[in-house]
């Protein structure tokens, strides 16, 4: 079965980069992607890939993909405060479009 | 515009009572819906997932059950709730394109 897996914590000083990663199992994944959930809240979208991309920007987010490697990872430039939370990465099925999440890794910025 | 609907927030029940939790979505039709848990210290779970009305695939072995009686209404039910059913529960729908749509989730403490 499908299996996504992330580091649990991250630390990070304010203003340096962040790079949380990501590994998954199902080479048949049509998309992937990163989630964040603040204290508390729901899970909003941050961004995501579609299987055949390798890189995708978007503002201070920065999405890489390694296919062969099934690795995905995100890098938040110029780490702020407010990016304190928990981020989950997550891949969608081909077949039948379920959705499955890592861990999610806790965030942590050091001011 | 879509959106989504889950309640209660909140919620404490004590052990061997009944649940039932209510998600509903509305601006789209035919949608593909999701109950997760996510337990302290842990990742989030798939629990339930469910393509259409009445077709309902269970991800794990487990003390719920889950219900669509309409196309955009999905229901996470128990009969006797446990102690291990403490968590954060999230609906969340998709139409398979791109994004998961997720509600503010309910906590649920079993005491």
């Known amino acids: 079965g499908e299996d996504v897996e992330q580091s649990l914590f991250l630390s990070v000083r304010e203003g340096d980069s962040s790079v949380i990663n990501c590994t998954y199992t199902?080479?048949?994944?049509?998309?992937l992607y990163w989630y964040k959930q603040e204290p508390g809240a729901g899970l909003q979208l941050l961004t995501y890939?579609?299987?055949?991309?390798d890189m995708k920007q978007d503002q201070r987010l920065t999405v890489l993909l390694n296919k062969k490697d099934k690795h995905l990872s995100l890098r938040i430039a110029d780490t702020q405060t407010g990016d304190s939370a928990i981020y989950f990465c997550a891949e969608q099925e081909r077949r039948n479009e379920k959705l499955t999440f890592g861990t999610g890794t806790r965030l942590t910025i050091i001011p | 515009s879509q959106t989504i609907h889950q309640w209660p927030a909140t919620l404490v029940q004590p052990v061997g009572s009944p649940l039932s939790l209510e998600c509903t979505v509305e601006?789209?039709?035919?949608?593909?819906l999701y109950w997760y848990r996510q337990a302290a210290g842990r990742g989030l779970q798939l629990l339930f997932y469910s393509v259409g009305i009445g077709q309902i695939s269970s991800e794990v072995p487990q003390n719920l059950s889950a219900s669509r009686p309409q196309d955009r209404q999905f229901i996470l039910s128990s009969k006797k709730l446990l102690l291990s059913d403490s968590g954060f529960y999230l609906c969340?729908?998709?139409?398979?394109?791109?994004?998961?749509?997720f509600g503010q989730g309910t906590r649920l403490t079993v005491v």
């Open positions: 890939i579609f299987s055949n991309m």
């Open positions: 199902d080479s048949s994944s049509t998309y």
């Open positions: 969340a729908w998709s139409d398979g394109a791109r994004e998961a749509f």
């Open positions: 601006g789209t039709s035919n949608p593909n």
